[in-house]
């Protein structure tokens, strides 16, 4: 089993950047495909993007593609995400979870993110 935890979160105007972390413990980090996901009031949570375990391979929802940056460090067993020019449409609790095949069976508690117009 993994252990995540996100930080980075918080209010910021339209146009600004965050970049968010997610520190993993337990079993061994690099084992793991990464991804982020957001969930937006009222509306399910939805794929933002994902990283191999390598780094080598990403894969990013349209919507985000040219704004945000995926990476991870598996010597400090952290994922994050780099969140440029950030629009209200992005304000969510962002997660991220570790992926097994096909499925993502962990996830940490989630940030919010807020984006103000």
């Known amino acids: 089993q993994v252990q995540l935890v996100e930080s980075g979160g918080g209010l910021v105007q339209a146009g600004d950047s965050l970049r968010l972390s997610c520190a993993a413990s337990?079993?061994?980090?690099?084992?793991?495909?990464m991804g982020w996901f957001r969930q937006a009031p009222g509306k399910e949570r939805e794929f933002v993007v994902s990283i191999s375990r390598s780094g080598a391979s990403t894969s990013y929802t349209d919507s985000v593609k040219g704004r945000f940056t995926i990476s991870r460090d598996n010597a400090k067993n952290t994922v994050y995400l780099q969140m440029n020019s950030l629009k209200p449409e992005d304000t969510a609790v962002y997660y991220c979870?570790?992926?097994?095949?096909?499925?993502?069976?962990?996830w940490g508690q989630g940030t919010q993110v807020t984006v103000s117009s």
């Open positions: 979870a570790a992926r097994i095949g096909s499925t993502y069976p962990y």
């Open positions: 337990g079993r061994t980090f690099s084992n793991y495909s």
